[in-house]
């Protein structure tokens, strides 16, 4: 099956600072997403994004669907940023709409 | 318009117990699944549907029965709860054709 590798695996930030996290997978995919994982456990959407850049607020995610890379960005880091980022995959088959996770980027923001 | 809604928040159960996870969701999507998260690991398909009355396995389906009678519906059945049970599970829904999922808040499960 398709691999999806998230890299750092954590990540400490001092409050205000930028960073930029990365996705990759091993074969084409329909699909891509970024969630964020608080620390009470919720999974928040972050962005649908296939191909392309998209914005929303400090947070950025570009997709390279030929090169199988995904990347998102976090600008002036607050505290509530922190938890865990998943990137999960899709590919479409006759089962439905099947998301392979990535184990994620732990991420700490500190005062 | 809640979306997807789980419940119990947390459940506590004896080995060779039975359970069931509800799930619902208001969005009318065809598509719902679950998905179960172990620490430090990202998450795992273990069921899913494609719409009402069909369901299918996923990745990890040992253990766990589901059924689905209805599009805002689909609950997850453990017929005799083991520890390695022990997990987050999640559900999520989505229209078909690779759309976006979204999750419910999760269940919190502790089998001992």
């Known amino acids: 099956g398709i691999q999806v590798e998230q890299s750092p695996p954590d990540l400490i930030l001092q409050e205000g600072a930028n960073s930029t996290l990365r996705c990759n997978f091993s074969d084409s995919v329909n699909n891509l997403q970024w969630f964020h994982q608080n620390p009470w456990g919720q999974l928040i959407n972050l962005f649908y994004?296939?191909?392309g850049t998209k914005q929303n607020g400090r947070l950025s995610a570009t997709t390279v669907a030929t090169e199988r890379y995904s990347l998102l960005y976090i600008s002036s880091s607050q505290t509530t940023d922190s938890g865990v980022y998943f990137c999960a995959v899709l590919i479409l088959t006759g089962g439905g709409n099947k998301l392979t996770f990535g184990t994620g980027t732990q991420l700490k923001v500190e005062l | 318009n809640a979306g997807v809604t789980q419940t119990p928040k947390f459940q506590v159960l004896k080995t060779g117990q039975s359970m069931t996870l509800q799930c619902a969701q208001d969005m009318n999507h065809e598509y719902m699944s679950w998905y179960r998260q172990d620490p430090g690991m990202g998450l795992r398909l273990i069921h899913y549907?494609?719409?009402?009355?069909?369901?299918d396995q996923g990745e990890v389906p040992n253990g766990y029965n589901v059924s689905r009678s209805t599009t805002e519906d689909f609950p997850l059945r453990l017929l005799s709860a083991a520890p390695s049970q022990t997990s987050v599970y999640f559900c999520?829904?989505?229209?078909?054709?690779?759309?976006?999922?979204?999750f419910g808040p999760g269940t919190r499960l502790t089998v001992l």
């Open positions: 549907s494609v719409g009402a009355g069909i369901t």
């Open positions: 999520a829904s989505s229209l078909l054709g690779g759309s976006e999922q979204f």
């Open positions: 994004i296939p191909s």
